[in-house]
C-alpha cells in the first residue's frame, strides 16, 4: 500500500501553464457550418461579405417614388402635381426604386387629387428616403475576424452578406473516462437499494454537462476497472477515435488502487500530479501523443473543482473562446473561515440579502458531499497565500445562481423541520425570482444568527422548563432590543425514533437507561437536544446511563438515517422524519416550531412571499398531511 | 395605399403584462427527461432522493478499518498492536465498512511491524474517517423543488440520489414564419448578385438562435407571401402542429402589403399594435387559439430589439426560467444623444476603456442597417421618459461582449482605411482578449475625438497644403499641451475611382468640371475632401463646377459602391477599395496615412499588441498584397 504522496505537486498557475505549454496550439481543427447554425461558435478565419446590401437602391419609407428634380419647385402655397405612375410611382418600403427614380416622397405628405394624380407641398431631395446599394454591407468588406464568437445577430449579417456557409473551429472532442470497481451506473440500479458496496458513477455526467457549458463535445466511455491495462486501453481508444482532450474519473489520488498516475506515465509524461486547489488536489496532468490526458479525482466536489480550474480553462483557450464568467458580489463573511496556506480553497457558500449588504456563510467542506455545491449559491474562493478570512471580512463571492435570485433568496437557518422543504417549493413554484437556502445549526445556533445578521429567519422550538413557554423566554435573554417577530409555523409530534418493529421493545423515554440500547443524539443548542435533557431530568435519568449520548446529529433525518443504518436503537426527532425513512415512531411530546426573524426582514420580499404561501388552505393541508403536526397556530405571530 | 398609423400603441411594459395576462399560465407543459441529460432544463415538481448517499458506511480515507474501542489505549509512548486482518482490515477511501468495524485509522498513522501486524499511537474515536451512510443525501428528501434549473453539478446529485429520470418543463415550441414577396431564401441565391428586387431572408435565422439562447425551439417555416390567405394557413398550421408562440417577420407596419395585423385580428384577438420602442415600433401582439402570436417587424434591428424585449422575456416567463441578463458597466456618454420622449430607446453603441474610465459612443442608428448591432458593442437604453442624453453623462451600457474583451478593445476612429480591419483580424488572432472597434468620422473628427479621449487611437491623413506635410501641422494646431504619438501605418494611393473600363473616359481631377460627369464626394472633415479641395484648386475648378460636390459618403469602400451602382461617375479614394470592387482607379497623389494616439493611451495592451503587430513582416507583406500601398515607414514614430 503506498502512502499519499505526490511527486509532482504544482500551483494551480503552473499546472494550467503546463498544460497550455505543453498541448499543441492548432489540435483543435476548423469545419465548415451553415450560417444559419453558426450562433455560438468562433471563426477560424476572416469572414469577408459576398453580396451587398442593400443590394438595390430601394425605398425606405412607404410613399411615391419621383425624380427629384421634378419636386424642387413644391411649395405649401404653391404645390407641385404629379402623374401617377409616370412621375410618382407608388412604393413600399424595400421595394427596388425605379432605375429612373432618385428619391422618395413619404405617403405622409402625399395628398390624392385622383387616381392618377398627386400633389406635393415640398421638395424632396436626390436620395431622400432611398436606401442606397451597400449602405449597410459592401461586398468584399470584413465582417467579421478570425475568432468572434457569432451571436445571434451575427448570423444576420453573414446571411445578409451573402455568407451561407463559413469556417469555425471544431468542437474540442473530450473524452471522459469513468473507472472504479466500486461504481455502477446509475440508470443499472434497480430497486430502491444500492447492490452492496456499490456507488452510483455520477462524476461523468457532470463533467459532460460542463463540457457542453465550455463548447466542446463531451464523449462518456462506459466504466473501466480499477485496472491499468483496462484504462490504458480506453485512453488509447479514446486518442485513436479523435478525442482533443481525455479525462480519467478517478484513481488520480495515491493509493493502492489508483492508477491514473501510472497509466498516464507509461503511454506518454505526467506532467503535474497534485495541484495545491482544495477540493481538487488529487489531480493529474499528462500528455499522450501531443494531447492532454488529465486524472481528474473521485470526490465530486473535487471533480468538479479540479475540472472547472482546470479543464474548462483549457478548452477555452484551445477554442479562442474567452472563459464564461461568474457574476462576483461584494459579501461580508458571516463567520471566520480558516485555510491552509499554500492552498487555494474554493469554498461553497450560501450568500443573501440582509439588512441592506449581501453576507456570506460558508457551507460545510466535505468534497465528498455533493449537496455542498447543490445547496450553495456561492463559491468563496481563498487564494494560496491566505490562512482564510476573518469575520466580518468584505470579499468577493461568485454567484452560482443569478443575483436577482440572489436578492430575493431568503436565508434560513436554526432548527430544522420538513416544513422548510415544503415552504421552499412553494416559493419557488409562485416565482423564479424567489429561492430559499437553509443551512441548520440548532434553535439557538438560529437566535443567534437573527441577532448577528447572518439570516433573515430562523427555525426555533426552544422549551423552557422553568415558565413552560417556547422561545419567547430565549428570545428575551438573548436579543434583548432588537425588534424581532415570532411567526408560528406548526405544533409537532416529537418521539422516539425507533427502527421498524421496534426489535428492541422499546417503550417510552425510561428505556434508554440501563438497557443495552444505544442512543443517537442531537447536537447542544439544538431544540431537541433541550427537550432530551428536560424529559431525561424528569425521568431521573443521568446523560452517562444513555449509551450514545455523546454521538450527535445536525438533523433529524440523519438521526433517523442513523437509526435505519442500525447505527443507533433510537432518537430523538419528529414523526415525518420517521415516517419518511419507514422507521417507527413514539410519541413524546407536542412541541411548538416558530419562525424567528429581525424587523428589519420582515418587509423582504421573499419573507413577505412565504407568509402569503403559510397561510394558504393548501399549504396546510400539505403539512398534515406529512404527518404528526398540527395547524391550529400557523401563521399566527407570537406576542413577545 | 393605408397610412402608418397604429390603433393600439402600448409602451413596452404595457406590451409585455398583456401577453403575460391573455397567456395561459399552463401553456407549457411537462416532460420527462434522462437525469444525465438534464442540465438547463427547469423541473417541472420537487425531486426527491430516492438513495441514500453514501449508501453504506464506507471510508472516508485509506487506511484500516478497526474497532475504535480497541484503539483507545494507544498512546505515543504506548504504541497498541492490532492484528491484520482481524483487529485491522486494509481499506481504501469509497471502499463499504466492514460490519463489525466502527473506525478508520489513516495509513498515515500505521506502523507495520509484520505482514500481520501493525502498531498504532493514538486512538481513532467511533466513526472516525468513516463516511456515514446518508451524510450527503438522505433517501426522501428534497433534492430540488418545482422551477428549478438545473446546474450541471446538479445532475450529480440526482444521479447520487438514485433519480436517473425526472420531469422537466417542455421547451417552448416557437414557430417563425418569414413573410415578404421581396425576400429570397440566402441558401438560394447563386452567384455573385441577388435577384433583381429580392432581399435575403435573414432575420428568421437571427430569432432561431435567439428562440435556442432562451432555452425554447425554434421552427422556421418557408418563406410565405404577401397574401393575407396564405399567411393565415401558415399561422393556423403552426398552431396545429403545437406551436406556443407564433412569430410573423415581417408585416407588421401599417403599409398596403402589411396584412399580420389584419390576420391575427381575423384568426384570434389584437392585444397591440404598435409599441413605443425604437427600433422595433411596428410589433403587434395578438392571441390566436390561447397562443401568443407575434407581428415582428421586418428591418433586422428592429426585429431583433422587439424578439429581445417583447417575446424573450415571455418565453422566460413560460418556462418560468429567469431571464439572462447582460453585463452592465457605468459608461460616460462621448456626446449628446438626442431621444424622443415617449419612446424609449436602444441605442447601439461602442465603448471602450479609455483613460481609466468607459466611454461610449453611439453608432448611427439605422434599424435597417444590422451592422449598426454587428459593429457595436453595447446597448445604450434611453427610458421613454427621456429627451436623451447629455455629453459627459453617466449610463449604465449593456454589454454585447464579455467585459474582459471590453477592457482590452482597441476604439479606432478617424479616416477609415482597409489596413484597419486587417489589423482586427491579427489581434484577434493574437487573443481573444483583444478586439477593436472602429466608426470613421474622418481624420479631422478623429483628432478632435483622441483630444477629447473618445477613441484611443484615430487614422489621420490631413494635407497641410502651405507646409506640404501630413497631420502634424493639424495636431499642432487642434492638441497644443496634449502628449500624443504618431505613428504611420502606411503611403497609399489616392486616386480616382471609375467604372470599369472607364466608359466616361475620365482622364485626370481636371475632367471633373464641366463635362457631364457626377462626381461624388467625401464628407467635409476628411483627409480626402481636404485633398479633393486642394487638387481641384490646384487645376482651377470651383466647386459649383463639380456635379455631386455636395453628395457625401463617409468611407472609401461607400464611394465605391456608389460608382457601381452609377449613382456617380467617379469618387477619390484608395485603390484597395477600387480593387475590391474590381472598378477602375487612376493614381492622383501618394499620402502618408499615420495613426494619432494619446500618450494616455499608448500603453494600453491592445495599442501595445496593435504596435507588435504592425512590426512584423507577414504584416507588412498583407498590406503590400493589398495594393496601392507601401509600407516603407510602416510602424515608426512621426517627429511631433
Known amino acids: 500500500m503506498k502512502r499519499r504522496i505526490y511527486l509532482k505537486m504544482k500551483s494551480l498557475e503552473e499546472a494550467r501553464n503546463l498544460l497550455l505549454e505543453a498541448c499543441p496550439s492548432d489540435i483543435i481543427g476548423e469545419e465548415p457550418v451553415p450560417a444559419r447554425h453558426a450562433a455560438g461558435r468562433i471563426t477560424s478565419r476572416p469572414v469577408y461579405a459576398r453580396l451587398s446590401s442593400p443590394g438595390f437602391h430601394s425605398a425606405a419609407m412607404d410613399g411615391m417614388a419621383v425624380r427629384a428634380a421634378e419636386t424642387f419647385d413644391a411649395r405649401d402655397q404653391d404645390p407641385v402635381c404629379l402623374k401617377v405612375p409616370g412621375q410618382a410611382l407608388p412604393i413600399n418600403t424595400g421595394q ?58 451575427d448570423i444576420g449579417a453573414l446571411l445578409t452578406g451573402g455568407v451561407t456557409e463559413l469556417y469555425v473551429r471544431e468542437r474540442p472532442r473530450v473524452w471522459i473516462i469513468p473507472t472504479g470497481c466500486e461504481l455502477i451506473n446509475p440508470e443499472e440500479i434497480s430497486g430502491a437499494s444500492l447492490p452492496p458496496g456499490k456507488s452510483p458513477e455520477s462524476n461523468s455526467a457532470v463533467l459532460a454537462a460542463m463540457t457542453e457549458q465550455a463548447g466542446a463535445l463531451p464523449h462518456v466511455t462506459p466504466i473501466v476497472d480499477d485496472d491499468p491495462e483496462a484504462l490504458k486501453a480506453a485512453v488509447t481508444e479514446a486518442l485513436d477515435a479523435g478525442a482533443h482532450v481525455v479525462v480519467i474519473n478517478a484513481g488520480s489520488s495515491a493509493g493502492s488502487r489508483d492508477f491514473s498516475a501510472q497509466v498516464i506515465e507509461d503511454l506518454g509524461a505526467l506532467l503535474a500530479h497534485g495541484v495545491t486547489i482544495m477540493p481538487g488536489k488529487p489531480t493529474i496532468l499528462g500528455m499522450v501523443r501531443q494531447r492532454p490526458v488529465i486524472g481528474n479525482p473521485g470526490y465530486p466536489v473535487s471533480s468538479f473543482i479540479s475540472f472547472e480550474q482546470i479543464v474548462m480553462p483549457l478548452l477555452y483557450r484551445l477554442q479562442r473562446r474567452l472563459p464564461l464568467k461568474r457574476h462576483v458580489i461584494d459579501a461580508q463573511v458571516a463567520r471566520k473561515i480558516p485555510s491552509r496556506s499554500g492552498m487555494e480553497e474554493f469554498r461553497r457558500g450560501i450568500v443573501g440579502s440582509i439588512g441592506g449588504k449581501y453576507v456570506v456563510t460558508p457551507v460545510k467542506k466535505g468534497a465528498g458531499s455533493i449537496s455542498t455545491l447543490t445547496r450553495a449559491n456561492c463559491i468563496i474562493h481563498i487564494p494560496a497565500h491566505s490562512e ?179 447505527k443507533a436503537d433510537a432518537g430523538l426527532g419528529i414523526l415525518a422524519a420517521a415516517r419518511a425513512l419507514d422507521l417507527d415512531f413514539i410519541p413524546v411530546v407536542e412541541e411548538r416550531y416558530d419562525l424567528l426573524m429581525s424587523e428589519e426582514s420582515w418587509s423582504h420580499p421573499a419573507i413577505q412571499a412565504m407568509m402569503e404561501i403559510i397561510s394558504t388552505k393548501g399549504f396546510k393541508e400539505k403539512v398534515r398531511g406529512m404527518g404528526g403536526y398540527s395547524t391550529r397556530d400557523t401563521g399566527k405571530g407570537v406576542h413577545l
Not at 428619391?103 to 387629387?113: D, G, N
Not at 465582417?143 to 451571436?151: A, C, G, I, K, V
Not at 468577493?396 to 415552504?423: F, K, M, Y
Not at 409555523?489 to 418493529?501: D, E, N
Open 388 to 566: 482564510g478570512l476573518e469575520e466580518g471580512e468584505m470579499i468577493q463571492a461568485e454567484l452560482l445562481r443569478p443575483e436577482e435570485e440572489v436578492l430575493n433568496t431568503l436565508i434560513c437557518t436554526g432548527s430544522h423541520d420538513l416544513i422548510l422543504d415544503l415552504i421552499k417549493d412553494m416559493l419557488m413554484r409562485m416565482s423564479p425570482h424567489f429561492n430559499m437556502a437553509s443551512t441548520h445549526v440548532g434553535s439557538m445556533g438560529g437566535i443567534m444568527a437573527v441577532k448577528k445578521g447572518l439570516a433573515h429567519m430562523a427555525g426555533t422550538h426552544l422549551f423552557d422548563p422553568e415558565t413552560g413557554l417556547y422561545n419567547t423566554p430565549y428570545i428575551h435573554r438573548y436579543m434583548k432590543d432588537m425588534p424581532v417577530r415570532l411567526i408560528t409555523l406548526a405544533y409537532r409530534q416529537q418521539g422516539l425514533i425507533i427502527q421498524k418493529g421496534n426489535p428492541r421493545g422499546i417503550g417510552a423515554i425510561e428505556d434508554l437507561a440501563g438497557k443495552d440500547i444505544t442512543f443517537v443524539n442531537r447536537q447542544s443548542g439544538s431544540g431537541t437536544r433541550v427537550l432530551l435533557d428536560y424529559c431525561l431530568a424528569k425521568a431521573g435519568i443521568r446523560a452517562e446511563q444513555v449509551r450514545g449520548y455523546r454521538s450527535e446529529e445536525y438533523t433529524h433525518m440523519a438521526v433517523a438515517v442513523a437509526v435505519l443504518s442500525g
Open 96 to 153: 427596388p426604386l425605379p432605375p429612373d427614380r432618385d428619391a422618395v416622397i413619404m405617403i405622409e405628405h402625399v395628398t390624392f387629387l385622383s387616381e392618377h394624380e398627386i400633389e406635393i407641398r415640398s421638395p424632396v431631395y436626390p436620395w431622400q428616403n432611398v436606401r442606397k446599394v451597400g449602405e449597410d454591407i459592401v461586398a468584399t468588406e470584413l465582417l467579421f475576424p478570425t475568432n468572434h464568437q457569432l451571436e445571434p445577430y
